[in-house]
């Protein structure tokens, strides 16, 4: 377990720990609400003892070890199509504030998703994540695996008060530009801030025993699909604003400007330039439930494919509203 170990080191520390660079606080963009607590970090030395205890740490180390457990030559089961772990998108096993946090998750499912127009269950929802940006078969309801993921989950929920809004629970609030996300742009931004962990073409940067990824692709064949959360413009903005560069910012004190976030995830998800995975994946069956930002129609609005993928937004919201309807994203 040497190699889990050092994944620790890298999964945890180098995601957010390092002091803050010059940069924009959370408080200073407004995105505090005035009645929230301040994020909550689970103390692992309280998690519960016996069989339960068992199977929540067990699920968190499946949230921060993914692919040793359960990726393409996991020791436990071979699930995943990739060797990207959980805790790369929802940082510090889903309890970093403003990174695809899940504290809440727990309470807030079964709950109806507009991507796959339904009701979904928790489990389920794990499983949309292993067959998508995992790129990964479901795993069993009843299998050792889903249960310890639930009951880990079930445990940071219960560290939460429930009659309070917590800072970090949701996406980091952006301003949209003006003007369409720029690819360009992008670019070049990407190869002065990404480059250098994720690679100069997307790939990635495995560990050095090759057992999952420490930096995860951004593109390619082993990143994550179309159909993933990460693949939204306006969604990886947010959480490129909250998270990254990944060693000069922490979840109250931003780096990037709001367009930049903008333009990186426009050019990370351009797919002009850049292949994925099951790149035929369709969601959204109700066009009237689809986040402005997805880039495949059909609409219930009169604005092109390329506009809902890069922007400019406003023009897209003011139209949604004027007819009643809410944007979603």
């Known amino acids: 377990m040497k190699s889990v170990k050092r994944y620790i080191i890298s999964g945890i520390i180098l995601s957010g720990v390092f002091a803050c660079r010059q940069g924009t606080t959370v408080a200073e963009k407004g995105s505090v609400k005035s009645?929230?607590?301040?994020?909550?970090?689970?103390?692992?030395?309280?998690?519960?003892?016996?069989?339960?205890?068992?199977?929540?740490?067990?699920g968190r180390d499946l949230f921060l070890f993914t692919a040793y457990y359960i990726g393409p030559e996991g020791v436990n089961g071979k699930y995943t199509g990739n060797k990207i772990n959980c805790t790369h998108c929802h940082q510090w096993a889903g309890t970093k504030p403003?990174?695809?946090?899940?504290?809440?998750?727990?309470?807030?499912?079964?709950?109806?998703?507009?991507?796959?127009?339904?009701?979904?269950?928790?489990?389920?929802?794990?499983?949309?994540?292993?067959?998508?940006?995992?790129?990964?078969?479901?795993l069993p309801l009843d299998s050792r695996e889903m249960?310890?993921?639930?009951?880990?989950?079930?445990?940071?929920?219960?560290?939460?008060?429930?009659?309070?809004?917590?800072?970090?629970?949701?996406?980091?609030?952006?301003?949209?530009?003006?003007?369409?996300?720029?690819?360009?742009?992008?670019?070049?931004?990407?190869?002065?801030?990404?480059?250098?962990c994720h690679g100069p073409n997307g790939e990635g940067r495995m560990n050095a025993d090759s057992v999952s990824f420490l930096y995860p692709p951004l593109w390619g064949k082993e990143a994550y699909q179309?159909?993933?959360?990460?693949?939204?413009?306006?969604?990886?903005?947010?959480?490129?604003?909250?998270?990254?560069?990944?060693?000069?910012v922490m979840w109250n004190k931003t780096v990037l400007t709001d367009e930049e976030?903008?333009?990186?995830?426009?050019?990370?998800?351009?797919?002009?330039?850049?292949?994925?995975?099951?790149?035929a994946t369709i969601d959204y069956p109700f066009p009237e439930d689809k986040a402005i930002d997805y880039g495949k129609g059909p609409y219930i609005d009169t604005f092109s494919e390329v506009q809902h993928k890069f922007g400019p937004y406003e023009p897209i919201m003011l139209y949604w509203k004027n007819k009643g309807w809410k944007p979603r994203f």
């Open 35 to 58: 009645d929230t607590i301040s994020p909550i970090f689970p103390d692992t030395l309280n998690m519960p003892k016996g069989k339960f205890g068992e199977a929540v740490r067990y």
């Open 226 to 248: 179309p159909g993933s959360s990460m693949h939204r413009v306006i969604k990886q903005a947010q959480w490129i604003k909250a998270n990254m560069p990944f060693d000069s």
């Open 261 to 279: 976030a903008f333009d990186i995830a426009a050019f990370v998800n351009d797919d002009r330039i850049h292949s994925r995975p099951n790149p």
């Open 98 to 138: 403003f990174s695809f946090n899940l504290m809440k998750s727990h309470e807030r499912y079964p709950m109806y998703r507009a991507r796959e127009g339904k009701v979904l269950s928790l489990a389920e929802r794990i499983n949309n994540c292993v067959t998508r940006p995992h790129n990964g078969i479901p």
């Open 147 to 196: 249960i310890a993921m639930l009951s880990y989950l079930k445990w940071i929920n219960e560290t939460v008060p429930k009659d309070k809004w917590m800072t970090g629970e949701e996406a980091l609030a952006v301003e949209f530009p003006a003007k369409a996300a720029s690819p360009e742009n992008g670019s070049r931004l990407y190869a002065e801030r990404c480059s250098r």
